[in-house]
């Protein structure tokens, strides 16, 4: 008998699942996975290159401190070399040679507040800008005053105001020690930086020697004798003018003047007494602050002379701007020798 059921209509066979969905399914799979391979290699390299950019810029910052560190151990080996034997330096010699050692130091202050620190050197860059604050206005303060040491008038006062000075130098040379060496080692270590630690910093020599004012006056004692100091006769300096980029200032009211460009003071400074005066300090203090300084090398008798100091970093909008002419040997009247100026950077 024939199977009528194989004739009856009825269910039809299920397909069989097709081959090509399941390598699709494989390929999506595949395509994912080394999506996800790829993303992570991404990471891992954007996080090596900004590791790598963290350890460059950390390098680079100890290696512009070390260097500003090194020259100034130099300037301080140089003053108290000076210092503790002039040998056959004249006084204007002596005080031409402080000034230039105070503008060095104004030099490695303004390098120290333009330096860029990296996020975890932070706390250490604003130890270190204390630092040389400290360093930078005590040598400002030593310069004012030498001239009046080396003198007759006023010249215990003077070497007082030194050796109060020293203090801050000392100071300094503490917060550095540590504060400010220790943090940057410390960072440095923590991301894995060697070879790149600062040196130490020692500004003051000598243990305490120099805070004592019979030291610093014993010191002074062999330049203001030497050949070349004061001559006789009547000295004295007077401030006749100060203007900005050519604008004239005035000590009762206020000027404004354009803050285009770095502004220059000029300082008009007249020799009022007898003798040629050398190695004239200027400076210009900016509200209170920073302390900019300047050297005229020589002003004869009865004849006036200018010394052009920058105003670096160019300060903004109203500013109090103090100006100081440096007593010489033998000057009795200092009254005219400063004068106060509000300006307003435009």
Sequence with gaps: MEDSSANRPGRRARPRRRPERQQILLRRGLALGGGLLILILVVLGVKGCLDAR???????YARDVSQIVEETDRTSKTFF????DPGTLSVTEFVIQVSADRSAMDGYASRIDGLSAPGDMSHAQNALE?????????MDEIADKMSTALG????????????????KLMASDVLYASVVRPEIDGVLASNGIEGEDVPKSVFLPDGTKWLEETSVSSALESVSGSSGGETPGVHGLGL???SVNGTELTAESTTSVSSEGTPEVEVQVQNQGDSTENGVSVSV??????????TISSIAAGETETALIPLTPAPSGEV????????????QVSENNKASYTVVFE
Excluded: C, F, N, W
């Design 130 to 138: 204390l630092v040389y604050e400290l360093r930078a206005s005590a």
């Design 240 to 242: 006749i003018g100060t």
């Design 152 to 167: 007759d008038v006023g010249s215990e006062k003077a070497a007082t105001s030194i050796a109060m000075q020293m203090q």
């Design 81 to 84: 070399d000076k210092l503790s």
């Design 285 to 294: 203090t900016v509200s209170g602050g920073s302390t900019l300084s300047g």
């Design 54 to 60: 963290k350890d460059r810029a950390l390098s680079d």
């Design 320 to 331: 109090t701007l103090e100006v100081d002419v440096a007593t010489v040997p033998g000057e």
